[in-house]
């Protein structure tokens, strides 16, 4: 009787456990959580953790500016984004349970993700390209354009309406986030004077994906810590990532949810798994991206507290430029430009 007994408490525990099991949605790049993390949280919660992908910063706006996001658990968004979605009034705060953690990131992570959103990483942008194919070194934004232009078909510049027009803003000596009517304009005929020379005009790491070791890139301009993907889907191992003369764009990454989804549990339970130090870590070094963890930093290989493409050591304040809230006008005006150079 008491073997019986036993056996109908486990199956009533297992039941339970079952009927409790969630199915988490992440709408996430590619390539952003490490497969052997997730598995150990799936063995060890009983969720299931299911990936929605974007490709393009574009692309992930129009779902999360609507009220499409809601199917989601989690989305990626960068801090400029998430500025816009909480002033829409469109995230979640973070739960409480989640607030105390916030020790364990940077503080300009802290900064940038606020209380409605998580750090995820950080970074900046840069210039990529293939040693054995450019002869020389690429130091300036400007490079990307005549080189362009030079060698038609060899290079990819993204198709998003902020970074795109920053990287033209900079190859000219202005602001990356200039406001200034004649300066984009200015920026939208440097980016024309280039578009039909282009191998693709999207996503570098994207097109890398699609095309694996049939890439006929030798020029992207891409994000710190995409680099070490790049070679690895394309088996190219001659990728150099630069940080040009004029400067980069800094950016943050957060986690973040839909007002009508808030976090549950086994969201909560997800986050607080991934971010323990040792979670962190190899999920950070197996994609190879900064992680604003400061306990998982430490214990972290050589290799990567050393890499210069991840942490700079040489880059000055006044090459270090941040992401801003834009006025509508030049929101506008950028997309305008994004739109007529798709077309």
Request: negative net charge.
């Amino acid at each position: 009787m008491r073997f019986l007994h036993v056996i109908t408490i486990l199956l009533t525990y297992l039941l339970c456990s079952f009927s409790l099991a969630d199915e988490i949605k992440i709408f996430t790049w590619e390539d952003n959580f490490s497969p052997k993390v997730i598995s150990d949280f799936e063995k060890q919660s009983g969720h299931t953790i299911k990936q929605i992908y974007f490709d393009s910063e574009m692309l992930r706006d129009q779902v999360v500016y609507t009220n499409k996001a809601n199917v989601y658990d989690l989305f990626v968004v960068d801090n400029l984004t998430l500025e816009v979605l909480i002033a829409k009034g469109i995230v979640s705060e973070l739960a409480n349970s989640l607030l105390g953690d916030s020790s364990n990131f940077r503080a300009d992570a802290n900064t940038a993700c606020g209380k409605y959103g998580i750090p995820q990483a950080f970074g900046s942008m840069g210039i990529g390209y293939r040693s054995s194919k450019v002869s020389k070194p690429l130091t300036s934004w400007m490079d990307v354009f005549e080189y362009a232009k030079q060698v038609p078909g060899s290079v990819i510049i993204p198709n998003e309406n902020i970074d795109t027009t920053a990287i033209a803003l900079m190859a000219l000596g202005y602001k990356p986030m200039s406001t200034n009517e004649s300066e984009l304009k200015e920026a939208y005929q440097l980016l024309n004077s280039v578009i039909t020379n282009l191998l693709a005009f999207r996503n570098g790491f994207g097109y890398a994906m699609d095309k694996g070791k049939e890439s006929k890139a030798e020029v992207m301009v891409f994000y710190s810590g995409e680099k070490e993907n790049i070679e690895k889907v394309t088996e190219q191992d001659d990728w150099v990532y630069t940080i040009p003369n004029e400067g980069t764009l800094l950016w943050h990454e957060c986690l973040s949810s839909h007002r009508d989804k808030p976090m549950n549990q086994a969201t909560i339970d997800f986050v607080k798994f991934i971010n323990t130090p040792n979670n962190a870590i190899k999920n950070a070094q197996e994609f190879w991206f900064a992680t604003p963890n400061k306990a998982a930093l430490k214990l972290a290989s050589d290799d990567y507290r050393n890499d210069q493409e991840l942490f700079p050591t040489n880059l000055s304040v006044d090459r270090s430029f941040h992401y801003e809230r834009l006025d509508k006008a030049t929101l506008n005006t950028r997309s305008k430009i994004i739109s007529v150079l798709s077309k």
